[in-house]
């Protein structure tokens, strides 16, 4: 029985077919060691920790050398594909490679293999929300700081306006099928969308934003990893975060 299939839950796309261009060093920062384990596991954890989730398709680097060949985690089924050469190629090779019994109408989460944070009552709340929308959901949070617009000379050309402007999460929930084609018509328009929903918005799909926390970081930098370190051991003391 294909895993997943047969108790017909919620499958996660993780994309991890990245190289961390901007992050630097020789390890692709998914798999850099923090409190023991390697980053991409505390992103697993976080996800298949959730009820709702059955499995999760993590989408590889052609020749990753450091995948630690899990085939289940958290007592749930973790399957491998190869990705491509944008994020929006890895998710598309996510997407097909779900099993058959993954139907086209189902609902299928994209969480970022960098975004080791995710709090549980985020995911609770994209969850609720976004499976009872037409179209799907993202975690996303409101913009609080003032944005500037740089000139090529590093001064500020502008202030942009704020209002109603959020930063984009992860997880993004939308359907299999409708999420496949909205993908593959970017592709086909030459277009690399750097989230789900975007493709989805150019095919005329209006998600639904779900406000989640600031600290649903993405680790894009070493100051990011360092955040994520400390945000742990706060956890694991027990404080706040
Ligand atoms: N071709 C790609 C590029 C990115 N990702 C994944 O998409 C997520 C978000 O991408 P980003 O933070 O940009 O990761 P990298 O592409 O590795 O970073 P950089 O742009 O600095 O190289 C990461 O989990 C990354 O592994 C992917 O699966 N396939
Ligand atoms: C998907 C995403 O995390 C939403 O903010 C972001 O677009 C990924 O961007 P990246 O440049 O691929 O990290």
């Not at 959020?166 to 099928?177: D, G, H, I, N």
Request: glycine share 10%; net charge negative.
């Amino acid at each position: 029985m294909t895993p997943g299939h047969a108790r017909g839950g919620l499958w996660a796309v993780v994309p991890a077919a990245g190289r961390g261009m901007r992050f630097g060093g020789d390890t692709p920062k998914q798999y850099l060691e923090v409190a023991g384990e390697p980053l991409l596991a505390h992103t697993l954890r976080a996800l298949l920790a959730h009820p709702a989730l059955e499995a999760a398709m993590v989408v590889l680097a052609d020749g990753d050398a450091h995948w630690p060949d899990w085939h289940d985690f958290h007592g749930k089924p973790v399957l491998t594909c190869i990705g491509g050469a944008q994020r929006a190629d890895s998710v598309l090779a996510g997407l097909a490679a779900l099993p058959d019994g993954v139907r086209a109408d189902d609902f299928v989460l994209v969480h970022d293999a960098a975004r080791p944070n995710l709090r549980k009552q985020d995911l609770d709340a994209l969850l609720e929300r976004g499976r009872a929308d037409p179209v799907g959901a993202i975690l996303a949070a409101p913009v609080r700081d003032t944005l500037k617009r740089a000139g090529d000379d590093g001064g500020i050309d502008a202030t942009a306006p704020r209002e109603r402007l959020w930063r984009a999460l992860t997880p993004q929930l939308f359907r299999r099928l409708q999420l496949t084609r909205a993908l593959e018509a970017a592709r086909d328009a030459g277009i690399a969308p750097t989230d789900e929903s975007m493709a989805m918005e150019r095919q005329g799909h209006r998600a639904l934003l779900v406000e989640g926390a600031d600290d649903n970081l993405k680790v894009t930098t070493p100051a990011d990893l360092a955040w994520f370190e400390y945000l742990l051991a706060q956890r694991r003391e027990g404080k706040p975060d």
